[in-house]
């Protein structure tokens, strides 16, 4: 559908106005937006779940980046008044909680699985999957386990945070950083691995 709008733009004389409405509501068809969200031109919401209820916006929530659920499984949840950067991508085969007020810059990963198999055999069959048929609706091969973002964190731009990890109420993450492991509440952490460096304040 969104290729669609897309052409329509591209082919016909319709407004930027009217391509902008009409690709929003392509959007809202794709997750619960509640009261204020904006889902700005940019954003991208993939549910390849098809259930609406796997990707929850909480209200007065901005989006500029990408939330995407996997055929087989994912829950992606945004708490109210946060921020998703452009060119972000938030990737759930597991789950993905994300607090209030929380700042996620641009060029952020956010991914609660590995996306493929460790076999060599098992990831070229689920590549050819992908491309032949789309992504599977059972699939049973991939290592996931849930994130968890709590209220007031920021993530800094192009950080990488991985499956598993819990980050603490208030927690920094500095820019370019890799978390694999927990952010205590008000922790500042940067580097690769992420190693705290300092405290944050309330």
């Not at 016909?12 to 392509?26: A, C, D, Q």
């Not at 085969?93 to 929380?102: D, F, L, P």
Request: net charge positive; hydrophobic share 40%.
């Amino acid at each position: 559908m969104n290729l669609v709008l897309r052409i329509l733009r591209r082919t016909t004389f319709i407004t930027k106005h009217i391509y902008e409405g009409l690709e929003r509501r392509y959007k809202l068809e794709e997750c619960l937006a509640a009261d204020g969200v904006s889902l700005h031109p940019e954003s991208c919401i993939r549910n390849i779940r098809n259930k609406k209820s796997a990707i929850v916006i909480g209200k007065k929530s901005h989006i500029r980046g990408e939330l995407l659920v996997y055929g087989h499984l994912g829950n992606i949840e945004i708490g109210e008044t946060c921020y998703v950067g452009e060119n972000s991508r938030i990737w759930s085969a597991a789950s993905i909680t994300v607090g209030n007020r929380v700042l996620i810059s641009h060029g952020v990963n956010i991914h609660d699985n590995s996306a493929h198999s460790l076999s060599a055999e098992t990831r070229h069959k689920h590549f050819m999957q992908i491309i032949s048929t789309g992504h599977p609706s059972v699939l049973d091969d991939i290592s996931s386990a849930p994130i968890v973002i709590e209220d007031d964190a920021w993530i800094g731009f192009n950080a990488t945070i991985l499956k598993g990890v819990t980050i603490g109420k208030g927690a920094v993450v500095g820019a370019a950083s890799v978390v694999t492991k927990d952010v205590e509440a008000y922790s500042i952490v940067a580097g690769n691995p992420a190693r705290p460096i300092g405290r944050a304040r309330p």
